[in-house]
């Protein structure tokens, strides 16, 4: 039997996915990437907010219009089972996060010993660690804690061992990521053991960058980012979702913090790394985001903290606390408000690149431009995978792979790509 499997969401979806192929392939399933010479699709489906769930019901659909066997799987899933259970008959059967015995037992596969806990999908150059799961936040807009449960961390040692797994491999950056990366070991330990874990994941050698990723803002504490200020491998990038300045919206938020500690925390990063990368994702169109709230926040981002901003219109979400709030602010609206963030932040982040002209950086070889398929792309220190920009190289030797690591001088720039030349 071959397998065709889709990974629909975010990374940490990515990861379960990793995950599901190492167990299918463990039980003797044939994994292929050729959609036509499949018996079997398997769909790892997003939930998390309307427009994910829209493209994995399309996604389902077309998958189902083959006319092959179709099984899907993850955080749509997880919500909304009995719905699409209803709804989707042309689909063979339907499985909730984590449930790697229950497909196998499905498709008549007994679970064999593997020593690969994961097939990696990422280009040779990095990978994810997902270093928990689920959230114990209480996020009024967020549905997560209903889809992934509380948060539960793993071991130091088991995450170590899987970074030496992927060393081995030949992998040279590894991503943490969780729900709520910050909040690691509370669960476990019975206090926040971030930094010790990013301690030992310094020792693995082959990993020369290691990336944190959904840093909640009141636990990016002075002694992370003093360890990052003086790690030799923990990048200086700090992904820390805000969602808005307004202290009025956070309050609705539930987020535990208003704009004043958002300013303060920004200041302590630049006061300790003056050259930190921040990134941000906010939320416009909240239901208690009035004009001046969301004027507030663009005055915010007007003032340059940030190299990177992700910006979602709210999508109302069942079972979570805002629910009730409704959902006053019309579409259109979101959208003006989104496009206007956003534009404001991509000239923002092109002067920001323009200041990289000269410089000379590391480069991490992901691949090669789809449009110019000679062209090596990459990616610098300011660049974490798939979300933000990418360095393309002029690539006059010919000698660059994908996993290779270069220093490279920047000689131009765009609104959010870098171009540049191996010194």
Known sequence: MKAFVVSLGCAKNLVDTEVLLAHLKGAGLEITPDLDSADLIIVNTCGFIEEAKRESVETLLEMAETGKRVIALGC???RYKEELERELPEIEAFFGTESWGEVLKHLGLKPRYSPVHRVLTTPKSYAYIKIAEGCNRSCSFCAIPKIRGRHRSRPIE????????IADS???????ISQDTTYYGKDLYGEFRLVDLLRELERVEGIEWIRLLYLYPTEVSEDLIRFVADSGKVLPYFDIPLQHVST???KSMRRGYGERFVKDMVERVRKHIPDAVLRTTFIVGYPTEE????EKLLG?????????VGVFTYSREEKTAAWNLGDPIPQEVKE???????EVQRRIT??????MIGKRVKVLIDGFSEEFTTVPKGRAYIHAPEVDGNVYIDNELGSLREGDMVEVEITQASDYDLGGRVV
């Open 76 to 78: 749509l899933v997880e």
């Open 158 to 165: 088991e995450i170590v061992e899987e970074a030496r797994r």
């Open 170 to 176: 030949g992998v040279k950056e590894i991503n943490i």
């Open 248 to 250: 009025k919206v956070l």
């Open 291 to 294: 004009e001046e709230d969301f």
């Open 300 to 308: 915010f981002v007007e003032e340059g903290h940030f190299h990177w």
């Open 336 to 342: 003006e408000r989104r496009k206007a963030l956003m």
């Open 350 to 355: 092109k002067s920001k690149n323009e200041a």
